[in-house]
């Protein structure tokens, strides 16, 4: 709506800059102003490689022809780092990105200095479907995150070493793997605390006290043997999983299916415990100035179609329920699980982080 | 260095390039990360600027200092394999044909330009069960079973010496080919083995250029953070790995910089050191 209004006022205006652009070759120059008239625009930052990549090829193109908002996409590092720089931008006053996708820690740290923007949930009438667990908020209830996209780390195995899927994820534990397993490095990108409270005290509320969590972390010390490689990069253990050298370990339920489609002896396994459920979050630096699309962005986002959309094309985890889906139980399948999964503690990391991380560094560099 | 000044002492452009130079590439970039590292670290946040010395107490122990002392340990040893390596292989090009020597530094200088990731990943497929020498040894009856030597301490040992060699033979070229062949020819005429000829001879001339391919060895092998985390266990992950680990995974920005500035004045006393012993041995 906005576009058109916006689009009809500077007709003629607009029209002898993009000559003078084109005549002049100024096009660098030109495109600035001509982009506040006829095409709205709008950066989005999604992680870097196979995410930027689905996103721009499957999921954007839709977008732009639904409002005519050009996505400008913008390949952020994962992990921290980009945190670091919209944080800093944004003490400048200057947004890298107007819409980031941001993992749910540094969704937490970025409220300490008030970074993400507060939306209006007016403009997000489609806020309605996504699962609660997908909507993020400051403390104070002030809504900052929509749902992007969730993955679930699952454990995987190579079949042609181990022919029977395993039903626990204690077969970490087990010594008869010993030498034999790829495990994420960080305390925080692993959650096998998480993993350990739930397969061996019952639940992650063990996580509560810091009492538990030093029994957590020394039942995962009783796995180190069993370790071959403490990965923080997946193409590092994805190689390593599909030849059978290191033939178990955690990984991501949507690669290890792809892997496994194209034919290698590649098998994930969501077991009675559940898989562990992470997802990533669409928020707006508090410097950007495309509010109205952002949140046309972000509403559009949250649309079952669209999640549905996501799940064939991309691989992601949908972030609405399962009956609002137009996906086959194959489909689904291949993403998702109906099973409780093991929801990671963001909290004790939020609160306790650094004091984990250097336990978790100690424990499996002793 | 001091020829350096010598030849280069032609006017004030140079100097004031040098400084300048340092100056927009080191040192100021230092600053920002000393300024950086009394920064205060918000607990479950970013940080704020600060002054004070947390950063730096944190690393007082048992756990750092380790380590460190496993950091420096490692890249000394890669270093002293690769200067061993590296002297012997430019020593012998030093002595062929014009043809034979470009075509060797053409190769050394080529695997300059493989990234340490694509290094990463060749050795530890050579040291892998599946697809290295754990499984060939088994096959040709030396091991009773497969095994994996990566990641390992060798793995990543041989890994760290193989991207250190070409620096070696780069800095060690120019004065062995200029050596005068007469003089190891002296040598042999008056009843030297080889080895001895080498030895007495060879190694004392050019012990300068030994001590600044050890040094630019050390330092660069220090950095390298590819290869610890994927040919070693997390005990010889280096100080470098940490610094990531804190930079990127853990948003401490103030205690990463804290650690670098660390690191780099432990390289710069080592280099004082091995500077001040070189002085006074010659």
Redesign the interface.
Same mark, same amino acid.
């Given at each position: 709506m906005t576009k058109k209004k916006l689009g009809l006022q500077s007709k003629s205006r607009r029209t002898i800059l993009s000559a003078l652009a084109a005549t002049t070759g100024s096009a660098a120059i030109g495109f600035p102003m001509l982009s506040l008239g006829q095409n709205q625009s709008l950066r989005v930052g999604a992680y870097g490689g196979y995410f930027k990549d689905s996103f721009d090829k499957f999921i954007f193109p839709v977008f732009t022809e639904e409002t005519g908002i050009v996505v400008d996409s913008i390949a952020e590092?994962t992990? @921290?780092?980009w &945190? =670091?720089q919209l944080?800093a931008a944004a003490a400048a006053g200057s947004a890298p990105a107007d819409v980031s996708m941001i993992a749910q820690s540094?969704m +937490?740290?970025g409220q300490?200095?008030e970074l993400w923007m507060p939306l209006d949930e007016s403009k997000l009438p489609n806020l309605k479907y996504l699962m609660s667990n997908f909507v993020h908020r400051y403390p104070d209830g002030r809504l900052d995150g929509v749902g992007a996209v969730a993955w679930y780390t699952t454990l995987v195995t190579n079949t042609d070493v181990y022919p029977d899927a395993p039903e626990s994820w204690d077969e970490l534990w087990n010594p008869e793997n010993k030498?034999r397993l790829g495990l994420l490095? +960080?305390v $925080?990108?692993s959650f096998l605390l998480e993993i350990a409270s739930k397969t061996f005290y019952g639940s992650t509320d063990l996580l509560d006290s810091e009492a538990g969590q030093l029994q957590a972390l020394e039942k995962v010390a009783e796995l180190k043997p069993n370790v071959? &490689?403490?990965?923080?990069?997946e193409a %590092?253990f994805e %190689?390593?999983l599909k $030849?059978?050298?290191i033939p178990m370990g955690q990984y991501y339920h949507d690669v290890a299916g792809l892997a496994a489609a194209d034919g290698f002896p590649v098998r994930s396994t969501f077991t009675k415990e559940g898989g562990v459920s992470d997802s990533g979050l669409w928020a707006v630096s508090r410097a950007s100035k495309k509010i109205e699309e952002s949140h046309i962005f972000m509403n559009f986002m949250c649309r079952p179609d669209i999640q549905t959309l996501l799940s064939r094309m991309v691989g992601t985890a949908p972030t609405v329920p399962r009956d609002l889906l137009d996906l086959t139980d194959d489909e689904f399948a291949a993403v998702s699980s109906s099973s409780e999964p093991i929801i990671p503690r963001y909290d004790i990391y939020? %609160?306790r982080?650094?004091w984990l991380? @250097?336990k978790w $560094?100690?424990m499996?560099? =002793? | 260095m001091k020829k350096t000044d010598s030849e280069f002492r032609s006017g004030p452009i140079p100097g004031v390039f040098a400084t300048v130079a340092l100056g927009l590439f080191f040192f100021v970039p230092f600053a920002i990360m000393l300024t950086f590292s009394f920064y205060h670290k918000i607990p479950g946040g970013l940080y704020e600027p600060a002054f004070e010395v947390d950063n730096y107490l944190r690393f007082i122990s048992p756990f750092f200092t380790q380590i460190l002392l496993i950091s420096t340990g490692l890249c000394s040893l890669a270093s002293i394999l690769a200067l061993f390596i590296g002297f012997i292989l430019t020593y012998f090009m030093s002595r062929m044909n014009k043809r034979g020597r470009t075509l060797w530094l053409i190769l050394l200088v080529s695997l300059l330009s493989l990234s340490e990731v694509i290094i990463g990943f060749s050795w530890s497929i050579l040291f892998s069960r599946t697809a290295g020498i754990g499984g060939w040894m088994y096959t040709l009856g030396l091991l009773d079973a497969p095994r994996a030597f990566a990641p390992g301490f060798g793995a990543l040992l041989t890994a760290l010496t193989f991207i250190c060699v070409p620096f070696i033979v780069l800095v060690m070229f120019p004065p062995l080919t200029r050596l005068p062949k007469e003089w190891v020819e002296s040598a042999r005429m008056l009843g030297a083995t080889p080895l001895r000829a080498v030895i007495t001879v060879v190694v004392p001339s050019v012990r300068p250029a030994l001590i600044a391919a050890f040094i630019l060895a050390f330092i660069y092998s220090l950095g390298s953070y590819v290869l610890p985390i994927m040919l070693g266990k997390p005990r010889h992950w280096t100080i470098s790995v940490h610094i990531t680990d804190q930079a990127l995974y853990q948003a401490n920005i103030p205690f990463a910089s804290a650690l670098s500035v660390f690191l780099i004045v432990t390289a710069l006393s080592l280099i004082a050191l091995i500077s001040k012993l070189q002085n006074r041995f010659t």
């Open positions: 590092p992990g @921290q780092a &945190l =670091a944080n540094p +937490l740290k300490k200095t030498g490095a +960080l $925080s990108n071959a &490689l403490w990965y923080r990069d %590092q %190689q390593a $030849s059978g050298e939020d %609160q982080g650094d991380a @250097q $560094s100690e499996i560099v =002793a | -």
